[in-house]
């Protein structure tokens, strides 16, 4: 690694001053790890400004050398890479370009892969060049210069981490099962069991619920690690039943009826703990028995004795 000027642009590259006897020749190839559809090398490095250069070659019959500013770009690049991943960091990069398999994102100049099934509510169309997306890691190859990332990956730990059991959310249902349906939101996949749909036995679940129906849910467990929430819309219910009768209703006053539940949980919650103080208080009570007449504890072991012999005897 050298320091140089570039002093002049010709020929497709640049001419450098690195301080020896003959000049060093930038290709355009390697002025800059990023370069943009019709940039030309004047767009790449300025002229008169002193940056660091990597010799690249052997020197010519002329004395020159090839130099890089590409390569120290790229080392730098994958030590960033390097880092994020080990600290599991939340990245935010930009579309560069779409295929049939996904999208192309530019991560501290490298080219990573967004595979389409890891895009959060969109599809790899040309709309999404130029949006900048949240991502993870999936996948950091530097030995195969290999990059695939996740934007829903990143979405949805930052939804999980501010979701809690007993949440009102809206989602879309995605598809039925026999179990139950799977309910999008917000880019993550709800299990909405059939047990869970109403208090009222359900025969026929297609009657209940369709693909494509907008649903209000209350979230009633999830796992943060791998992005999985459970959910329930019998706790929404006004009535026994309502689901399967009318479930639009149900969505009207979900609020409502959510409120209505937390408080009912809310009071279960402050009976057991007086259940539990009332019973430790009487545990308390029943232990008075067991003092002596001059109000030292009895001890129950007292006539035990520790005596090896008598142990064998």
């Given amino acids: 690694i050298v320091k140089g000027t570039c002093i002049e642009y010709n020929n497709g590259g640049a001419i450098v001053d690195i301080g020896a006897k003959a000049s060093a020749f930038l290709p355009e190839a390697e002025a800059s790890l990023v370069q943009p559809d019709g940039a030309e090398i004047s767009d790449l490095v300025d002229l008169n400004t002193e940056l660091e250069f990597q010799i690249i070659s052997e020197e010519d019959e002329n004395g020159q050398l090839l130099v890089s500013i590409r390569r120290i770009q790229y080392r730098a690049a ?6 994020m991943q080990e600290k599991d960091a939340v990245l935010e990069a930009e579309v560069v370009a779409v295929n049939r398999g996904g999208a192309i994102c530019l991560v501290e100049g490298l080219r990573a892969f967004l595979p389409g099934s890891h895009l959060a509510g969109q599809l790899p169309t040309e709309d999404l060049v130029g949006q900048k997306l949240k991502l993870k890691f999936l996948e950091v190859n530097q030995e195969n210069n290999k990059l695939v990332v996740s934007n829903r990956k990143a979405v949805v730990e930052q939804q999980m981490a501010d979701l809690s059991r007993g949440d009102l959310v809206t989602g879309i249902v995605k598809a039925l099962k026999p179990y139950g349906a799977f309910v999008e939101v917000g880019g993550m996949s709800g299990l909405l069991h059939i047990s869970q749909i109403s208090y009222d036995r359900i025969e026929d679940l297609e009657k209940v619920l369709q693909p494509g129906m907008q649903v209000k849910c209350m979230i009633i467990d999830h796992d943060k690690v791998n992005g999985r929430i ?5 706790t929404l219910e006004p009535n026994s039943g309502d689901m399967i009768k009318n479930p639009q209703m149900v ?3 979900a609020e409502e009826t959510a409120a209505k539940y937390h408080a009912h949980m809310e009071e279960e919650r402050k009976q057991r703990e007086q259940t539990a103080r009332d019973l430790v208080l009487g545990l308390g009570d029943s232990l008075d028995g067991l003092d002596g007449d001059d109000g030292i504890a009895a001890d129950p072991l007292a006539d ?4 090896l012999d008598s142990l064998l005897s």
């Fill in 78 to 83: 994958w030590e960033k890479v390097l880092d």
């Fill in 230 to 234: 459970a959910l329930s819309t019998k």
């Fill in 251 to 253: 969505f009207d006053m």
């Fill in 304 to 307: 035990v004795s520790d005596s």
